[in-house]
């Protein structure tokens, strides 16, 4: 047995099953109202897959978005695949869910930002805003705070 619970992996499997039940249920039944996704992926994921034109201009990471038009949805334990329209030419991806960087529902104000152990060891630096994926960019994440411990000693009399 290990030192300790590790809530972030818990908590990254979890949220990580969350979005493979959405996306299930899109796949089953469509996109209910008004709902769309921004999906962020590392386009340089091992088991990423996306044309060569799609990741010679996306070396790093790329944001897709599901609306108007998407085809073929296929849902699994370790990723999805889906077909999305690039400037009228159809491309097959395939996004595990362990390369989805943030996943957004803005019509619900719902969103979900994953951090990779890499991330986590570089000092809390921001990241950069990212201003290369299909959506034309998107807004800069608010800079991380460490939280505040409290002690309950001054609140007792």
Not at 30 to 43: A, M, Q, Y
Not at 126 to 148: I, L, Y
């Amino acid at each position: 047995m290990s030192d300790g619970i590790d809530y972030g992996k818990l908590m990254h499997r979890a949220m990580r099953g969350l979005i493979q039940e959405v996306l299930t249920g899109v796949q089953e039944h469509g996109l209910p109202g008004d709902h769309h996704f921004f999906i962020t992926f590392d386009t340089a994921h091992p088991e990423s897959e996306l044309a060569d034109w799609l990741s010679d201009r996306y070396p790093n990471e790329m944001t897709v978005v599901m609306q108007h038009w998407f085809d073929n949805l296929e849902v699994t334990d370790e990723g999805f695949g889906i077909t999305l329209n690039f400037g009228d030419a159809p491309e097959r991806l395939y996004i595990p869910y362990d390369a989805i960087k943030t996943f957004v529902d803005p019509s619900v104000e719902f969103g979900l930002r994953f951090e990779s152990q890499e991330e986590d060891d570089e000092d809390d630096v921001p990241p950069e805003p990212n201003d290369d994926g299909p959506s034309g960019g998107e807004k800069p994440t608010p800079e991380r705070k460490d939280a505040e411990v409290v002690s309950l000693d001054r609140f007792r009399k």
